[in-house]
């Protein structure tokens, strides 16, 4: 699998792993499956820990750094809400399409499994979905800046729904904003029926965030979603009918699968002097291509630390997707 990801242009990932008794004994098993394969990986992975207690997160952590290989340990997440498909995104007011304002889940146990983190080396990450799961997130990072935690180690993950009030109360507090420009696609068909014309100029406003100066850290959600940056590049351009206004242009799409993304997994800057020469090499230059032919565009090769990654397509079920 992680070879396919290498076909589709991909040399880092962040990874969710689970750690601890909940929610089932296979994931209390993942840090271990990640642990043995390290030294055969043929992308670097930063291991991102769903742990329930700051002793399991401590233990993983270890475990993951000391595997060697490419992997590593990067943070812990945690959740502020679920999913606007399914109705469980926390909002301020309710769906359009249901009397409900989904499930807020952030409590004290999360604010201080982040403070753990931060004092293991590690980042913060919070799912957070809903203007509602927004706020929540934003005050955890309020209290852990106020603590002394730095914004570049702080990261929102999905970020679908917020106000022009809260980009810019994102962008006071210098977190980094993990966005996935394949939902644009994907919702295209319904998103307006959950959120309703008015909350729509507040669905992934990715323009607005960048302007305002928050880094965007392009990502894909998979499996959720295909994992396909060159889809995702395609989509922040095209947007599907979705809140046009906020379509990035084609430096600040690739600028987001790359420098951002290097932000977000705490790598060097891509290409910068001294910097692992991780690379690919495309058909087409995204700066300057239509986001169809962006989206249609193949990955010539892949290259981690200088060595290029060999790559099966025929038996990559990636690129069959």
């Not at 993983?60 to 469980?88: E, I, P, Q």
């Not at 046009?244 to 910068?272: D, K």
Request: some cysteine.
């Amino acid at each position: 699998a992680l070879t396919g990801l290498a076909s589709l242009g991909i040399t880092s990932i962040g990874a969710m792993i689970g750690y601890g008794e909940a929610p089932s004994e296979k994931l209390a098993a993942e840090v271990d499956l990640w642990r043995r394969a390290a030294h055969r990986l043929p992308i670097r992975v930063h291991g991102i820990v769903i742990a329930d207690t700051p002793e399991g997160l401590s233990l993983a952590a270890a475990n993951l750094n000391a595997a060697g290989g490419r992997l590593a340990w990067l943070g812990v997440k945690r959740f502020a809400d679920g999913s606007l498909g399914g109705h469980t995104a926390a909002m301020h007011a309710p769906f359009s399409d249901v009397e409900t304002t989904g499930t807020f889940r952030l409590t004290n146990t999360d604010t201080e499994l982040a403070r753990a983190s931060l004092r293991l080396g590690g980042m913060v990450m919070i799912h957070a979905i809903g203007d509602r799961a927004v706020d929540g997130a934003l005050d955890v990072f309020d209290i852990l800046v106020s603590e002394g935690a730095h914004g570049y180690d702080l990261r929102m993950e999905h970020v679908s729904v917020l106000s022009p009030q809260q980009v810019t109360r994102f962008a006071r507090l210098g977190g980094i904003a993990c966005v996935q420009p394949a939902f644009l696609a994907s919702e295209s068909t319904w998103l307006e029926d959950r959120l309703g014309a008015d909350r729509m100029p507040w669905a992934y406003p990715l323009r607005s965030l960048a302007s305002a100066g928050v880094t965007l850290a392009g990502s894909s959600d998979c499996p959720v979603e295909p994992p396909h940056p060159l889809w995702g590049i395609a989509a922040a351009i095209d947007r599907h009918g979705i809140n046009e206004s906020e379509r990035l242009t084609g430096a600040q799409a690739l600028e987001m699968f790359t420098g951002g993304a290097a932000s977000a997994l705490r790598e060097p800057t891509p290409l910068g002097i001294g910097s692992p020469a991780d690379f690919v090499v495309l058909d087409v230059d995204p700066l300057r291509s239509s986001a169809d032919s962006i989206h249609d565009a193949t990955v010539l090769a892949t290259y981690v630390g200088g060595a290029p990654v060999a790559v099966d397509r025929t038996h990559n079920a990636w690129v069959d997707d």
